[in-house]
């Protein structure tokens, strides 16, 4: 596994919000991990594994 792919899932877990913000930058699927994140910490971090892994 690449080393890359292996932080970026260690922040999927624990800081989605920086994980999709470090994959897709300041776009709207930032905002919209950053939105789920206000209201439940599990659905920001599924949304994080998706987009990273897709």
């Known amino acids: ?5 292996l932080i970026l899932i260690l922040l999927c877990i624990f800081l989605p919000p920086v994980a999709v913000f ?3 930058g300041l776009s709207k699927d930032f905002i ?4 789920l994140m206000f209201f439940f910490f599990l659905p920001g ?6 987009l ?3």
């Open 1 to 5: 596994m690449d080393t890359n792919k």
């Open 22 to 24: 470090m994959e897709k």
């Open 32 to 35: 919209i991990n950053l939105v």
């Open 45 to 50: 971090t599924i949304h994080a594994r998706w």
């Open 52 to 54: 990273t892994m897709k």
